[in-house]
């Protein structure tokens, strides 16, 4: 399969959303025809080189489809748009085409499940250590909040505005804050393990490098092990707030080409 790629130094995990304000000429293109033809197009990692200007030196070969959820064409050209995560790809090869963006020969990428009751142990047990790191990051008093500025697509389930006895059915909310469905609703946690994998994956606050070893873990089985150890790792740091991390591009309210 033939797919458009928009490489960015950024990770996009499956069922995280992503701002984007595209404005080089060549990027633009590519938003017209993924919004013509209503296709995806890839978001891949720029492991050496720039967003912008010539073509990145080096690219990640493990990388996500991303569809337009959302998009706003400007007077000047220009576009704001929301895309969201969906399948992993793996590259063939990449060349540019003639509208000057890369396309690349790629190949699915599913996941593999190895041991089942591993998996939904691991599942279980990650989701209730995350809710714990999620608490952990809101500010004590007297500090000053970072912000968790990460977008998801999950199901949440109005709790609000629900009349005595009444329960809604749950809808889909695309790009919802993860700290605001939080706050705003009940977020319904995926009975999926591999969902549910490469959502934290996009939430948890890591490095390029160990995001994007996530997303390319071979089986759901490695990537819940992953997350668990980083898990392990960071709870302990963040209840004693001795956490050190480094912004991570990929958290910026809005990614820029």
Same mark, same amino acid.
């Given at each position: ?25 060549? %990027? *633009? ?12 197009? $890839? ?9 912008? !200007?010539?073509?990145?030196? =080096? ?13 706003? =064409?400007?007077? /000047? ?7 969201? $995560? ?10 540019? #085409?003639?509208? $000057? %963006?890369? &396309?690349? *020969? ?8 190895? /041991? ?15 809710? +714990? ?16 500025? &990460? ?13 005595? !006895? ?12 993860? +700290?605001? =469905? ?6 319904? &946690?995926? /009975? ?9 994956? #996009? ?9 994007? =070893? ?14 668990? @150890? ?12 001795? @956490?050190?991390?480094?912004? +991570? ?5 809005? @990614?820029?080409?």
């Amino acid at each position: 399969m033939d797919l458009p790629l928009f490489p960015l130094q950024t990770v996009l995990c499956p069922g995280i959303a992503l701002p984007l304000h595209v404005f080089e000429p060549r %990027y *633009r293109r590519l938003v017209e025809r993924s919004l013509a033809d209503r296709t995806p197009f $890839g978001v891949v990692l720029i492991r050496e080189g720039r967003e912008v !200007g010539a073509t990145p030196a =080096a690219l990640a070969r493990v990388g996500t489809t991303a569809e337009i959820r959302e998009s706003e =064409a400007l007077d /000047d050209g220009r576009f704001e748009i929301l895309v969201v $995560g969906t399948e992993r790809f793996v590259i063939d090869e990449a060349t540019t #085409g003639e509208d $000057g %963006y890369l &396309v690349a *020969r790629v190949a699915p990428l599913p996941d593999r499940v190895d /041991d089942e009751e591993l998996v939904a142990r691991l599942a279980d047990r990650v989701s209730r250590r995350f809710v +714990d790191y999620l608490r952990l990051l809101q500010p004590a008093e007297g500090e000053e909040s970072t912000g968790l500025d &990460v977008q998801v697509e999950v199901e949440v389930r109005e709790v609000a505005a629900l009349e005595p !006895g009444t329960e809604p059915e749950p809808g889909p909310e695309a790009g919802a804050a993860a +700290d605001a =469905a939080a706050r705003s609703g009940e977020p319904i &946690v995926p /009975d999926d393990p591999t969902t549910l994998s490469h959502l934290l994956s #996009g939430i948890i606050q890591v490095e390029l490098p160990q995001r994007q =070893a996530l997303l390319e873990a071979s089986t759901t089985d490695e990537r819940l092990l992953a997350l668990d @150890r980083l898990l392990d790792r960071e709870i302990p740091l963040l209840a004693r707030r001795l @956490r050190v991390w480094t912004a +991570d591009p990929r958290t910026d309210a809005v @990614r820029r080409n």
